[in-house]
């Protein structure tokens, strides 16, 4: 780039004088003269110090390695001996990674491969590189997998690599069970184990593999690790296992009977199973779900129906994105059923297939996009109630395909087993069911001759249905959901028609109080919470199924349209189930 300098301002037609400057800019000066130097040094040619690793010498300019390196720039800056000196040992580096860093400081450019990046981190790291050493790290996050995942985290510590341990140590937590069956699982230390299986965020399809990775690793060195089982085991969500399991591998395992220190753990889980009414004073980190990173919820709409079709079909929500997709349908049609959300599965609970009432239930696994039957309920029930608590999932009330229903009944998913429950006062068809501090609410519905404002209340340790305030409308197949520690109830039909209007629960003043009502009229739809919003989805208007779904804002006392679904679904079951990755989970099983 050149530039010439003269008198402005100079009329046209008027001889100029010559220029007094003239600038002149060589914009790749500096890496013509980069090359150079490479090839004088390639050269041996005015090269003014020679490195020496092992058996391997590299020459070099002085000045080059000090502006590339903060490492070499205080050796040759200051009264170290190795100052004047024309030679220089250096014992704790690689020969290869000497050459390459060399290279480097003349080229900028450098290639980093699994056969190099081991010796090139800890040299880049000793020389003060740290372009190199970042290089380094992103090189190996992107290796990252479950056979090497713990070895680049052991690697990452030696060499103080923040970002790149925590990543591989993340990585190892988000894929447990492909890990605890490498070789690297098996020979770490006591300390890593214990760190990783008592981890929170610790990802596993089931309680059941951190147990069986903690055996395997005890008995890969049995002289040594068998004295560490208690230790472990206390970090085992013994709880949570499925009680076959806990009977048939955890009581049978002798690693578990033989050592008296590990009984009281077996006797916590064995209470939680056998006294299902106290686990709400049970409560231990052992008996909490393990929420991995990386989480989030995602709203399911499951069956339901429009004109004459009733569907198995099930599509899921993503609030962040504001997007519906498909999932697996179900393996039955269902409308009028009852859906929840516990730990890592969604269930469905009865319903109607169009020709008959079900006792049918099945369970979602959204880590496989697969429906599995589970065991049936006692009584055939469609317009139920469901809710969950405490680890059981409780069916209320409903219409058994001759008359409405009081009774009530609980699944619970560690045994696969179904049991009566005390039944309410009131029969109720199309109520709904919300949990507030652990308590079961009933509310509204119809008794085949009235339909219902009233409420009730079940703690389940007293085991006795009470009277609440009633609602301040009529409202059977409405929406119910809890919200901000407030118990709200949306929508419905009075008897006379569909209803857009809403009301919420106070529990602290023991009273009800209005709400702005919906955009639609809505009976036979789902109201649920997600993020501290409450979203009304589905339902029948009076006249038509409705695809139409929107959002409540409790701050602003506002509702909202969001996207609406890809099907028409009125009698349509909804929950929130929290899910890691869904859409590659999709992904990967079409």
Avoid at 266 to 287: D, G, I, M, N, W
Wanted: with cysteine; proline share 5%.
């Amino acid at each position: 780039m050149s530039v010439e300098v003269g008198t402005p301002g100079t009329p046209a037609g008027t001889p100029t004088q010559p220029p007094t400057h003239h600038f002149h800019a060589t914009p790749d000066h500096a890496s013509v003269a980069l090359q150079a130097m490479n090839k004088l040094r390639i050269n041996t040619q005015l090269c003014d110090i020679e490195l020496v690793a092992g058996a391997v010498s590299v020459f070099a300019h002085r000045v080059v390695l000090a502006a590339a390196s903060a490492y070499f720039h205080v050796m040759f800056n200051s009264d170290l001996v190795e100052k004047t000196q024309e030679r220089v040992a250096l014992q704790e580096l690689d020969a290869t990674a000497l050459e390459l860093l060399v290279e480097y400081s003349y080229t900028g450019e450098i290639v980093i491969t699994e056969d190099n990046v081991q010796v090139l981190l800890p040299a880049s790291s000793l020389l003060q590189m740290s372009s190199v050493r970042e290089a380094c790290c992103k090189f190996l996050m992107k290796q990252l997998h479950p056979s090497n995942c713990l070895g680049i985290r052991s690697f990452a510590d030696a060499h103080s690599c923040g970002e790149l341990h925590t990543r591989s140590h993340r990585f190892a937590l988000q894929n447990f069970s492909e890990v605890c069956g490498t070789e690297e699982f098996l020979l770490l230390p006591f300390k890593q184990v214990e760190e990783l299986i008592s981890s929170a965020q610790l990802n596993v399809p089931c309680e059941e593999k951190v147990f069986t990775a903690v055996i395997a690793w005890v008995k890969h060195d049995l002289p040594e690790r068998q004295k560490l089982v208690p230790q472990l085991l206390k970090h085992v969500r013994l709880p949570l296992l499925n009680r076959d399991f806990l009977t048939s591998n955890v009581d049978a395992e002798p690693l578990v009977r033989e050592n008296s220190a590990c009984h009281h753990l077996l006797l916590e889980a064995l209470k939680y199973h056998l006294l299902p009414e106290q686990r709400s004073t049970l409560t231990s980190p052992r008996t909490q779900e393990r929420q991995p990173e990386g989480v989030k919820p995602y709203l399911f709409a499951c069956g339901g129906g429009s004109l004459f079709a009733i569907h198995s079909e099930v599509e899921c929500y993503n609030p962040r994105t504001d997007r519906w997709m498909p999932v697996a349908s179900m393996n039955y049609r269902r409308s009028r059923a009852g859906v929840a959300a516990l730990g890592r599965y969604l269930y469905v609970m009865g319903g109607y297939d169009g020709a008959c009432d079900l006792s049918s239930a099945e369970m979602y696994n959204p880590s496989i996009n697969k429906w599995i039957n589970i065991t049936a309920m006692g009584t055939k029930r469609s317009c139920l109630g469901i809710g969950v608590t405490n680890g059981l999932i409780y069916c209320v009330g409903g219409y058994d395909g001759a008359s409405c229903l009081s009774s009530v009944e609980r699944y619970d998913p560690l045994t696969g087993i179904w049991t009566s429950c005390p039944a309410m006062a009131t029969r109720r068809r199309y109520c709904r069911v919300a949990i507030l501090d652990n308590n079961i609410y009933g509310l509204g519905g119809f008794d085949s001759t009235n339909y219902q404002c009233t409420v009730e209340r079940l703690d389940p340790r007293v085991g006795k249905w009470m009277s609440v305030p009633p609602m301040m409308s009529r409202r059977s197949s409405s929406g119910a959901a809890l919200l901000g520690g407030m118990l709200y109830c949306v929508g419905g039909n009075d008897g006379t028609m569909c209803m857009s209007s809403a009301e919420r629960f106070n529990p602290r003043r023991n009273t009800w109080e209005p709400i702005t009502a919906m955009h639609s009229r809505r009976s036979t739809h789902e109201v649920v919470e997600i993020d501290g919003f409450l979203y009304a989805l589905g339902g029948n208007d009076g006249s038509s199924s409705l695809n139409s779904v929107e959002r409540y804002d409790a701050k602003l006392n506002k509702w909202v349209l969001v996207t609406s679904m890809l099907a028409r679904r009125s009698s349509v079951g909804a929950a929130v189930l929290d899910c890691l990755q869904l859409e590659r989970g999709l992904a990967k099983s079409t």
